[in-house]
């Protein structure tokens, strides 16, 4: 029977070093990559991480629409 409560506890300490390592880890690449997603066209819905590329990316893909207030002033 002794190897039988060895190996409860082995389990038990496995399972903990488990849990300690994952809660320890960095966060998921891509669950930050969509954080760093902030700004959304008004167009397409295509999100972007910045006003300037925002701007480029509305400049080359929406020409003929009505430039948006927050990317006038925007130097690209």
Do not use: W
């Amino acid at each position: 029977m002794a190897r039988g409560q060895q190996k409860i506890q082995s389990q038990q300490k496995n399972a903990k070093k488990a849990a300690d390592k994952k809660k320890g880890q960095a966060p998921d690449q891509k669950a930050a990559a969509k954080a760093a997603l902030v700004h959304t066209c008004t167009v397409c819905r295509t999100q972007m991480p910045d006003p300037k590329t925002y701007k480029q990316h509305f400049e080359s893909k929406h020409p003929k629409s009505p430039m948006p207030a927050e990317l006038v002033d925007v130097q690209a």
